[in-house]
């Protein structure tokens, strides 16, 4: 689709262009919003992808979850099925190597492959979010199919999208089939996307 295709690259060029300074401030402050949800505070398993280039990073938030007692849960791109696997990391320093596209992911010795339904809360990247929950992702609709999955299958896990606040647009072309985030956490405020739907 040309206009999404042509928003998703606007984005992409913003966010590349954000200093490394920016990335971490503004990725400590999600953090904070983030660990101040009581969805997330209740969560036993937390999914969370790995962030590549300028994402809002996830590696402290990994880091964290584990030292508290949590089940942190990884994907693998599968290209062959086109699907995310979700593996659960114990050690964020020492089990992940490059994956697919470059992602990290965790190395074959430590895959430990737990199904969606294990997942209490789902931490969702995007390009872009409306405040509705609709989403802009990476383009290749590996998180799109696992969150349809994820919905046909277990209706109470969150799902939690995570944004720089110049990603948060007024509204964003869904399809049929797309499954909105319920919140969007930026540097600024946390957005209750299930008020604007
Ligand atoms: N719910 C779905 N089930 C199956 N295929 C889908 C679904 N949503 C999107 N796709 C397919 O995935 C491809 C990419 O979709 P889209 O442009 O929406 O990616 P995206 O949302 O940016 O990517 P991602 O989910 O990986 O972050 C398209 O070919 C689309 O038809
Ligand atoms: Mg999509």
């Known amino acids: 689709m040309i206009e999404k295709d042509a928003i998703r690259e606007k984005l992409k060029l913003i966010r590349s262009k954000l200093s490394r300074e920016d990335v971490r401030t503004k990725s400590a402050q999600i953090r904070e919003?983030?660990?101040?949800?009581p969805e997330f505070q209740r969560a036993k398993s937390v999914s969370f992808y790995?962030?590549?280039?300028?994402?809002v990073q996830t590696d402290h938030m990994i880091k964290d979850s584990l030292r508290s007692g949590k089940k942190v849960l990884i994907p693998?791109?599968?290209?062959e099925s086109g699907k995310l696997i979700f593996s659960e990391l114990r050690d964020y320093d020492t089990e992940l190597e490059p994956g697919a596209f470059g992602v990290l992911e965790p190395e074959p010795a430590y895959r430990r492959v737990v199904s969606p339904a294990a997942m209490d809360l789902i931490v969702v990247p995007g390009v872009a979010?409306?405040?509705?929950?609709?989403?802009?992702?990476?383009?290749k609709g590996y998180y799109d199919r696992f969150l349809s999955e994820v919905s046909l299958?277990?209706?109470?896990a969150q799902f939690i999208g995570l944004a720089y606040e110049f990603q948060v647009l007024k509204?964003?072309?869904h399809e049929h089939g797309d499954v909105p985030v319920h919140k969007i956490v930026t540097?600024?405020?946390?957005?209750?996307?299930?008020?604007?739907?």
């Open 153 to 156: 299958n277990k209706v109470d």
């Open 76 to 79: 693998i791109t599968d290209k």
């Open 171 to 173: 509204e964003i072309q």
């Open 33 to 37: 919003l983030l660990f101040s949800l």
């Open 129 to 139: 979010f409306d405040v509705k929950g609709h989403r802009l992702g990476r383009g």
């Open 50 to 55: 790995v962030a590549k280039e300028n994402e």
């Open 187 to 197: 540097e600024k405020r946390i957005i209750n996307c299930r008020v604007f739907g």
